[in-house]
Protein backbone atom coordinates (compact mmCIF):
# COMPACT_ATOMS: atom_id res chain seq x y z
CA UNK A 1 0.00 0.00 0.00
CA UNK A 2 1.29 3.37 -1.02
CA UNK A 3 1.45 6.38 2.03
CA UNK A 4 3.14 9.21 2.53
CA UNK A 5 4.40 10.79 5.83
CA UNK A 6 4.90 14.96 6.28
CA UNK A 7 7.33 15.38 9.09
CA UNK A 8 6.12 19.02 10.68
CA UNK A 9 2.25 19.61 11.05
CA UNK A 10 3.47 23.45 11.39
CA UNK A 11 6.08 25.42 9.75
CA UNK A 12 6.98 28.82 10.46
CA UNK A 13 9.07 30.87 8.13
CA UNK A 14 9.66 34.15 8.16
CA UNK A 15 8.92 36.18 4.88
CA UNK A 16 11.70 36.02 1.73
CA UNK A 17 13.26 33.10 3.75
CA UNK A 18 13.72 29.33 2.28
CA UNK A 19 10.48 26.85 2.75
CA UNK A 20 10.82 23.76 3.37
CA UNK A 21 7.80 21.24 3.83
CA UNK A 22 9.07 17.66 3.64
CA UNK A 23 7.32 14.89 2.47
CA UNK A 24 8.63 10.96 2.77
CA UNK A 25 6.53 8.43 0.88
CA UNK A 26 6.44 4.43 1.05
CA UNK A 27 5.53 2.46 -2.20
CA UNK A 28 6.02 -0.75 -3.46
CA UNK A 29 5.74 0.20 -6.43
CA UNK A 30 6.94 3.30 -8.23
CA UNK A 31 5.15 6.22 -6.58
CA UNK A 32 2.70 9.14 -8.18
CA UNK A 33 2.87 12.58 -6.06
CA UNK A 34 1.29 15.65 -5.95
CA UNK A 35 1.94 18.58 -3.14
CA UNK A 36 -1.84 20.72 -3.00
CA UNK A 37 -3.05 23.51 -1.05
CA UNK A 38 -5.43 24.35 1.05
CA UNK A 39 -6.62 28.23 1.37
CA UNK A 40 -8.50 28.58 4.86
CA UNK A 41 -12.34 27.98 3.83
CA UNK A 42 -11.16 26.35 0.39
CA UNK A 43 -10.89 23.51 -1.50
CA UNK A 44 -7.54 22.12 -2.70
CA UNK A 45 -5.63 23.40 -5.25
CA UNK A 46 -2.41 21.13 -7.18
CA UNK A 47 0.58 22.86 -7.24
CA UNK A 48 2.44 19.81 -8.61
CA UNK A 49 3.19 16.40 -9.01
CA UNK A 50 5.93 13.75 -10.02
CA UNK A 51 4.76 11.86 -12.86
CA UNK A 52 8.11 9.71 -13.25
CA UNK A 53 9.27 12.28 -16.53
CA UNK A 54 11.78 14.36 -14.69
CA UNK A 55 13.14 14.15 -10.91
CA UNK A 56 12.79 17.94 -9.92
CA UNK A 57 8.81 19.35 -10.95
CA UNK A 58 8.07 23.31 -10.75
CA UNK A 59 4.43 23.77 -10.03
CA UNK A 60 3.11 27.21 -9.60
CA UNK A 61 3.31 29.82 -7.23
CA UNK A 62 7.14 29.38 -7.69
CA UNK A 63 7.44 25.88 -5.93
CA UNK A 64 8.98 22.82 -6.84
CA UNK A 65 9.94 19.65 -5.34
CA UNK A 66 12.55 16.87 -6.15
CA UNK A 67 11.66 13.21 -6.12
CA UNK A 68 14.79 11.38 -4.31
CA UNK A 69 14.21 7.41 -4.52
CA UNK A 70 17.45 6.95 -2.77
CA UNK A 71 16.14 8.74 0.58
CA UNK A 72 12.11 8.09 -0.48
CA UNK A 73 11.58 11.70 -0.61
CA UNK A 74 9.20 14.52 -2.17
CA UNK A 75 10.19 17.77 -0.53
CA UNK A 76 8.40 20.68 -1.47
CA UNK A 77 10.62 24.20 -1.97
CA UNK A 78 10.44 27.70 -2.75
CA UNK A 79 13.24 30.04 -2.37
CA UNK A 80 11.55 33.41 -0.92
CA UNK A 81 8.38 33.00 1.06
CA UNK A 82 5.81 35.58 0.29
CA UNK A 83 3.19 36.45 3.01
CA UNK A 84 0.37 34.74 0.80
CA UNK A 85 2.03 31.23 0.86
CA UNK A 86 0.33 30.72 4.35
CA UNK A 87 -1.75 28.22 3.73
CA UNK A 88 -1.94 23.97 4.22
CA UNK A 89 -0.20 21.93 2.51
CA UNK A 90 -0.76 18.81 1.47
CA UNK A 91 1.33 15.24 -0.05
CA UNK A 92 -0.51 12.67 -1.61
CA UNK A 93 0.37 10.01 -3.28
CA UNK A 94 -1.16 7.49 -6.37
CA UNK A 95 -0.67 3.67 -7.35
CA UNK A 96 -0.51 4.93 -10.96
CA UNK A 97 -1.10 7.88 -12.66
CA UNK A 98 -4.35 7.82 -13.82
CA UNK A 99 -8.07 8.68 -12.65
CA UNK A 100 -7.03 7.19 -8.98
CA UNK A 101 -7.71 8.41 -5.34
CA UNK A 102 -5.17 10.36 -3.61
CA UNK A 103 -4.00 9.18 0.12
CA UNK A 104 -3.03 11.95 1.63
CA UNK A 105 -0.74 13.39 4.13
CA UNK A 106 -1.47 14.82 7.60
CA UNK A 107 -0.71 18.41 6.05
CA UNK A 108 1.42 20.86 6.94
CA UNK A 109 0.38 24.29 8.03
CA UNK A 110 2.90 27.18 6.41
CA UNK A 111 2.77 30.20 9.19
CA UNK A 112 4.73 33.49 7.21
CA UNK A 113 6.35 35.51 9.59
CA UNK A 114 6.39 39.18 8.32
CA UNK B 1 -15.90 28.31 -16.40
CA UNK B 2 -17.61 27.22 -13.68
CA UNK B 3 -15.45 24.72 -10.88
CA UNK B 4 -16.74 21.81 -9.06
CA UNK B 5 -19.74 23.11 -7.00
CA UNK B 6 -21.14 21.73 -3.81
CA UNK B 7 -24.16 22.05 -1.75
CA UNK B 8 -25.23 23.02 1.11
CA UNK B 9 -21.79 25.01 2.18
CA UNK B 10 -22.63 24.16 5.75
CA UNK B 11 -24.81 21.99 7.48
CA UNK B 12 -25.78 21.17 10.87
CA UNK B 13 -27.72 18.66 11.63
CA UNK B 14 -29.26 16.71 15.02
CA UNK B 15 -27.63 13.19 16.20
CA UNK B 16 -29.83 10.55 14.52
CA UNK B 17 -30.84 12.41 11.59
CA UNK B 18 -30.48 11.42 7.38
CA UNK B 19 -28.52 14.21 5.32
CA UNK B 20 -27.85 14.20 1.79
CA UNK B 21 -24.81 16.54 -0.03
CA UNK B 22 -24.32 17.06 -3.48
CA UNK B 23 -21.68 17.79 -6.03
CA UNK B 24 -21.67 19.16 -9.54
CA UNK B 25 -18.17 18.21 -10.90
CA UNK B 26 -17.02 20.18 -14.03
CA UNK B 27 -18.82 19.50 -17.37
CA UNK B 28 -17.34 16.55 -19.17
CA UNK B 29 -15.28 15.17 -16.18
CA UNK B 30 -15.87 11.82 -16.22
CA UNK B 31 -14.47 10.41 -12.84
CA UNK B 32 -16.20 11.61 -9.84
CA UNK B 33 -14.63 11.40 -5.67
CA UNK B 34 -15.38 12.05 -2.19
CA UNK B 35 -12.97 13.13 0.42
CA UNK B 36 -13.84 13.74 3.83
CA UNK B 37 -11.19 15.80 5.47
CA UNK B 38 -11.71 15.67 10.07
CA UNK B 39 -9.85 17.03 13.04
CA UNK B 40 -8.99 12.97 13.62
CA UNK B 41 -8.30 11.57 10.52
CA UNK B 42 -7.46 14.39 8.30
CA UNK B 43 -7.91 13.80 4.69
CA UNK B 44 -9.08 10.68 3.57
CA UNK B 45 -11.10 9.19 0.06
CA UNK B 46 -14.56 7.68 0.66
CA UNK B 47 -15.88 6.97 -2.58
CA UNK B 48 -15.16 7.03 -6.30
CA UNK B 49 -17.01 6.89 -9.63
CA UNK B 50 -15.68 6.23 -13.27
CA UNK B 51 -18.01 6.91 -15.83
CA UNK B 52 -20.60 3.96 -16.34
CA UNK B 53 -18.24 1.55 -13.91
CA UNK B 54 -19.36 0.10 -10.79
CA UNK B 55 -18.22 2.78 -7.97
CA UNK B 56 -15.07 2.05 -5.57
CA UNK B 57 -16.75 2.20 -2.45
CA UNK B 58 -13.40 0.99 -0.58
CA UNK B 59 -13.09 4.12 1.68
CA UNK B 60 -16.62 4.31 3.56
CA UNK B 61 -16.47 3.72 7.02
CA UNK B 62 -19.86 2.31 7.19
CA UNK B 63 -23.08 1.50 5.76
CA UNK B 64 -24.67 4.39 7.23
CA UNK B 65 -22.79 5.84 4.23
CA UNK B 66 -24.09 5.58 0.33
CA UNK B 67 -23.29 8.12 -3.09
CA UNK B 68 -24.58 7.83 -6.09
CA UNK B 69 -23.95 9.89 -9.11
CA UNK B 70 -26.85 10.45 -11.52
CA UNK B 71 -26.43 10.52 -15.78
CA UNK B 72 -22.52 10.77 -14.86
CA UNK B 73 -23.07 14.01 -13.40
CA UNK B 74 -24.10 15.20 -10.58
CA UNK B 75 -23.23 13.25 -7.12
CA UNK B 76 -25.44 12.97 -3.85
CA UNK B 77 -23.95 11.50 -0.86
CA UNK B 78 -26.00 10.38 1.80
CA UNK B 79 -25.62 9.62 5.75
CA UNK B 80 -28.05 8.31 7.30
CA UNK B 81 -28.47 8.20 11.21
CA UNK B 82 -25.70 10.86 11.53
CA UNK B 83 -23.54 10.52 14.51
CA UNK B 84 -21.06 13.42 16.34
CA UNK B 85 -17.97 11.22 14.73
CA UNK B 86 -19.30 12.31 11.12
CA UNK B 87 -18.76 15.79 12.03
CA UNK B 88 -16.19 16.97 9.12
CA UNK B 89 -15.83 18.97 5.77
CA UNK B 90 -16.83 16.39 2.94
CA UNK B 91 -14.71 17.37 -0.29
CA UNK B 92 -15.58 16.53 -3.75
CA UNK B 93 -13.84 16.10 -6.79
CA UNK B 94 -13.67 15.49 -11.03
CA UNK B 95 -11.25 14.67 -13.42
CA UNK B 96 -11.55 13.91 -17.14
CA UNK B 97 -9.98 11.02 -18.91
CA UNK B 98 -6.55 13.17 -20.23
CA UNK B 99 -2.81 13.19 -20.33
CA UNK B 100 -3.36 15.03 -16.77
CA UNK B 101 -6.24 13.44 -14.49
CA UNK B 102 -5.33 16.42 -12.42
CA UNK B 103 -8.88 16.43 -9.33
CA UNK B 104 -10.14 19.56 -9.13
CA UNK B 105 -11.52 20.24 -5.32
CA UNK B 106 -15.08 21.75 -4.47
CA UNK B 107 -14.98 24.21 -1.85
CA UNK B 108 -16.72 21.57 0.77
CA UNK B 109 -19.49 20.78 2.76
CA UNK B 110 -19.04 21.53 6.49
CA UNK B 111 -21.03 18.81 8.50
CA UNK B 112 -21.51 19.63 11.83
CA UNK B 113 -23.83 17.13 13.69
CA UNK B 114 -25.24 18.11 16.95
Known amino acids: AQSVTQLGSHVSVSEGALVLLRCNYS??????LFWYVQYPNQGLQLLLKYTSAATLVKGINGFEAEFKKSETSFHLTKPSAHMSDAAEYFC????????????FGTGTRLTIIP | GAGVSQSPSNKVTEKGKDVELRCDPISGHTALYWYRQSLGQGLEFLIY????????KSGLPSDRFSAERTGGSVSTLTIQRTQQEDSAVYLC????????????FGPGTRLTVT
Open chain 2, 93 to 104: ASSKTDSSYEQY
Open chain 2, 49 to 56: FQGNSAPD
Open chain 1, 27 to 32: SSVPPY
Open chain 1, 92 to 103: AVTRYFGNEKLT
